[in-house]
C-alpha cells in the first residue's frame, strides 16, 4: 500500500499537470484562432525578420503580389517588392528606431505592375520586450487612388468648365455651383448662392415655374432663360437642366449647365450695327473671294481709290491696284498661307495718282474653321508719309544742329537733349540728363525761376544766363526758350536752344579795351586834323585871292590885246607858266589832302566813334571836300560823260586804292566799285583790252 503522505503528493502532482495541460490546450486554441484569422484576414499581412526577410504572408498578401504559392516570397527581402529602394530602406530604419511606420508606399506586383499600398509596419516584441520580429498589415489601394484622381479631375473639370455647373436637391434647393456660375452670377461667397432656390435666379417666375415641373416629369428640359445677376443686370442663358440618378435608377438630385450668350446676344446685335459700321466706316474695307477678286467695297473705299460707282471695282482683282503686281502677289500668297498679313503697300488711284496704303488683310473662316473669303481694311497714308519723311528730316536737324537744343516737360524736367547740349555738357552719358531739372544746370536759381515762369506766363524767354557744365565750370549761354503748343493752341511742352557766348564776351571786353585806346588815339588824331584843317582853309583862302587877282588881270589882258599884241605873247607865257604852277598846286593839295587827311578820316569812319566824335568827323569830312571841289571840277571837265561818282572812282584808282579799300572810302560794296570800274573801262574805250585803268588814268593828266 502506498503512504497516505505518497498518495497526497502524487494527487497535487496529478492536479498540477491537468491545470498545465488545459493552459497549453488554451493557448494552442488562441494561436490557431490568431493564425486562422491572419491567413483569412483581407488585409495582406506579412512578418519577416530584423533584417528585413519575409518568414510568412498571408492568401490576401499573395494575392495582391499576384502569386499563389508561398515560397514565390518566404525568404526574399521585403525591399524588393518596392518601386523606390531608397525609400523602402528610410521606413525599414524608422521601423526598427521607432518601432512602427504608417503610409502610402508605391509597390510592383509579381508580373511589374505598379500599385499603391497602405501599409503600417510594427515590431513584435516577446514577454521580455526584446524584439523578435516584424508584422506589416497592407491593404492595396491602386483602384482607389485611380478613382480619387478620375473624381479629382471630374471634380476640376466641373469646377474649371467654361460652362456654369449647378447642383441642386430635388426641391431645387442649390447645393453646389462652379466657378464660371460665381463669375456669370458676379460674386464669389457660396453663402450668397448654395441653399437658395432656382426659381430665385430667373428674371420670369413664371417661366421657372414651368421649367420645374417640365424637368421633373420628363427629366430634363433645354432652352434658352433669362436670368438676373447679384447686381440686378440681366444675363442670358442657353440652360440645359436634368435630374441626376444613382445606379439604382433613382433620382438623387437636379442639374444645371447653362452658358452665357448674353454676348453672343449681344454680338448678333453687333453684328448688325458692324455690318452698317461696315459700309459707313471712314477706313477703306473691301472684300474678295479667295482668287482676289474683289467682291464688295465700303464708300470709303471707293473714295480713296476716286470712283462713285461699286461697279468700277467689283469683279476686278485687287492686284490690278497695285503699282507693284509681284508685291502684290506676294502679298496674297502670304495671306493664303499664313492667314492674314499686314503692313503699307505702294497702290494707284483711279487716274493713276501714286498712293501710300497701310493694309490690313485677313482670310475670313466660317464656323468650321473653313477659309470663306478675305478682307481688307485700308487707309491712305500718303499724306503721313510725307509728314513723317518732313518729321524725321526736323528731328535730324535739331539732333545735329550746332545749338544745344532742350526738350522738357511742362514742370521744367528735360526729356531730349541733341548732341551739341551733350558736348557743351562735357559727356556723352544722356542718362546723367533726362529726367533732371532744367532749372538745377543754371548757376543763379533765382534768374532761372524767373525764366521758366516768364515762359510760362509769355510763352518765351530769351537772355543770356550762366550755367554749371559737369566739371563744375561755368559757361555763359545766349538762352532762348519756348512753349511748345498742339493743335488746340494748348501746351504740351517746354523747347530751350542755346549757343555758348562765352567766348564773345571775352572779346567784347577786349573790344572795349581797344575802343579805349582807339578813341584816345582819334582824339589825338582829331587835334592833329583840326590844326592841319586850319592851316589849308588859310592856304585856299591865299589861293582864292590869288585867283581872283589872276582873273583880274586876264581880264585887263583880253581888252590889251588888240593893241599889244608882243605884250599878250609874253602874257600867254606868263598865263600858260601860272595854269602850270596852278595845276601843280592843286596836285599837291589833292596829294596831301589824299595821304594827310583821307586815309584818317576813313580809318575814323571805320571805327566805332560817339556821336559827338561823328558830327566832328562829318563837319571834317564836308569841309575837306569843300576844298578839293574845284579841283575835282577839272577832273570833271576831262572826263564830261562820267557821273559823279565815276569821277570820284576813277580818282582814287588813279590814286592806288584797291577796289576794297575805295569800296571803305565810299561806304560802298565791293561789287559796286565793280561796276563803276567796268563802266569807266567802257567809256575810256578799254573795254576787253589788256590795259591797266590806273596806267591809263595817270597818262591822261601828263
Request: aromatic share 6%; hydrophobic share 40%; net charge negative.
Amino acid at each position: 500500500m502506498t503512504p497516505p503522505l505518497q498518495d497526497s503528493e502524487s494527487s497535487k502532482n496529478k492536479t498540477k499537470k491537468s491545470k498545465h495541460s488545459l493552459i497549453d490546450r488554451d493557448i494552442k486554441e488562441q494561436l490557431l484562432i490568431k493564425d486562422r484569422a491572419i491567413a483569412s484576414a483581407i488585409h495582406g499581412i506579412g512578418i519577416g525578420d530584423l533584417e528585413g526577410n519575409i518568414i510568412y504572408v498571408n492568401d490576401a498578401a499573395l494575392r495582391m503580389w499576384g502569386a499563389h504559392d508561398p515560397s514565390e516570397v518566404i525568404g526574399r527581402s521585403s525591399l524588393e517588392l518596392a518601386r523606390d529602394k531608397e525609400a523602402a530602406e528610410k521606413i525599414m530604419l524608422e521601423v526598427l528606431e521607432k518601432g512602427s511606420w504608417e503610409g502610402e508606399i508605391e509597390g510592383v506586383k509579381k508580373d511589374g505592375t505598379p500599385a499603391t499600398i497602405h501599409i503600417a509596419a510594427n515590431i513584435v516584441f516577446n514577454e521580455k520586450g526584446e524584439p523578435i520580429c516584424t508584422m506589416d498589415s497592407f491593404i492595396d489601394i491602386t483602384d482607389r487612388k485611380k478613382m480619387e484622381e478620375e473624381l479629382r479631375i471630374k471634380d476640376f473639370a466641373i469646377e474649371s468648365s467654361a460652362t456654369a455647373i449647378i447642383l441642386g436637391d430635388l426641391e431645387g434647393n442649390i447645393t453646389y455651383v462652379n466657378k464660371t456660375f460665381y463669375e456669370n452670377w458676379g460674386t464669389d461667397d457660396p453663402s450668397e448662392i448654395i441653399g437658395k432656390s432656382f426659381m430665385d435666379l430667373a428674371l420670369s417666375r413664371e417661366q421657372a415655374d414651368r421649367i420645374m415641373p417640365e424637368v421633373l416629369e420628363k427629366g430634363s428640359w433645354e432652352g434658352e432663360i433669362t436670368g438676373l445677376r447679384k447686381d440686378g443686370s440681366i444675363i442670358i442663358l442657353q440652360l440645359s437642366a436634368n435630374i441626376v440618378y444613382n445606379d439604382k435608377g433613382e433620382p438623387i438630385c437636379l442639374m444645371s449647365s447653362m452658358l452665357d450668350i448674353t454676348d453672343r446676344k449681344k454680338m448678333e446685335e453687333e453684328l448688325r450695327i458692324k455690318d452698317f459700321a461696315i459700309a459707313s466706316s471712314i477706313y477703306g474695307i473691301g472684300i474678295g473671294d479667295l482668287e482676289g477678286n474683289i467682291t464688295y467695297v465700303n464708300d470709303a473705299a471707293l473714295h480713296m481709290w476716286g470712283a462713285d460707282d461699286p461697279s468700277e471695282v467689283l469683279g476686278r482683282s485687287s492686284l490690278e491696284l497695285a503699282r507693284d503686281k509681284e508685291a502684290a502677289e506676294k502679298i496674297m500668297l502670304e495671306v493664303l498661307e499664313k492667314g492674314s498679313w499686314e503692313g503699307e503697300v505702294e497702290g494707284a488711284k483711279k487716274d493713276g495718282t501714286p498712293a501710300t496704303i497701310y493694309l490690313a488683310v485677313n482670310i475670313v473662316y466660317n464656323e468650321k474653321g473653313e477659309p470663306i473669303c478675305t478682307m481688307d481694311s485700308f487707309i491712305d497714308i500718303t499724306d503721313r508719309k510725307k509728314m513723317e519723311e518732313e518729321l524725321r528730316i526736323k528731328d535730324f536737324a535739331v539732333s545735329s544742329s550746332i545749338h544745344g537744343i532742350v526738350i522738357g516737360d511742362l514742370m521744367g524736367n528735360i526729356t531730349y537733349v541733341n548732341d551739341a547740349f551733350l558736348e557743351m555738357w562735357g559727356d556723352d552719358n544722356v542718362s546723367e540728363i533726362i529726367g533732371k531739372s532744367a532749372i538745377s544746370f543754371a548757376k543763379n536759381q533765382n534768374q532761372a525761376e524767373k525764366a521758366f515762369e516768364a515762359v510760362l506766363d509769355n510763352g518765351h524767354w530769351s537772355d543770356e544766363i550762366e550755367v554749371v557744365i559737369k566739371d563744375g565750370s561755368t559757361i555763359t549761354v545766349l538762352l532762348s526758350a519756348n512753349l511748345v503748343t498742339g493743335a488746340d493752341n494748348n501746351p504740351i511742352c517746354m523747347m530751350a536752344s542755346f549757343v555758348d557766348v562765352s567766348e564773345l564776351h571775352a572779346y567784347r571786353k577786349e573790344l572795349e579795351r581797344v575802343n579805349e585806346e582807339l578813341e584816345i588815339r582819334v582824339g589825338e588824331r582829331t587835334r592833329e586834323l583840326v590844326v592841319a584843317n586850319e592851316r589849308m582853309i588859310k592856304e585856299i583862302e591865299e589861293r582864292k585871292q590869288v585867283e581872283l587877282s589872276l582873273r583880274q588881270k586876264e581880264e585887263e589882258l583880253r581888252q590889251q590885246t588888240l593893241n599889244l599884241q608882243e605884250t599878250n605873247t609874253a602874257l600867254k607865257i606868263l598865263l600858260k607858266q601860272r595854269e602850270q604852277d596852278k595845276e601843280d598846286l592843286e596836285d599837291k593839295v589833292l596829294s596831301n589832302v589824299k595821304e594827310l587827311i583821307l586815309p584818317y578820316i576813313e580809318k575814323l569812319q571805320n571805327t566805332r566813334i560817339d556821336k559827338k566824335q561823328e558830327t566832328y568827323l562829318e563837319i571834317l569830312s564836308s569841309n575837306v571836300n569843300e576844298i578839293v571841289s574845284p579841283y575835282l571840277k577839272k577832273l570833271s571837265a576831262q572826263f564830261q560823260n562820267f557821273t559823279p561818282m565815276q569821277i570820284q572812282v576813277a580818282d582814287l584808282v588813279k590814286a592806288g586804292k584797291s577796289t576794297k579799300e575805295i569800296s571803305e572810302v565810299l561806304n560802298l560794296s565791293d561789287r559796286a566799285i565793280e561796276f563803276h570800274r567796268n563802266n569807266i573801262r567802257y567809256k575810256l574805250g578799254l573795254k576787253n583790252k589788256k590795259i591797266n585803268l590806273r596806267t591809263y588814268l595817270l597818262s591822261l593828266s601828263q
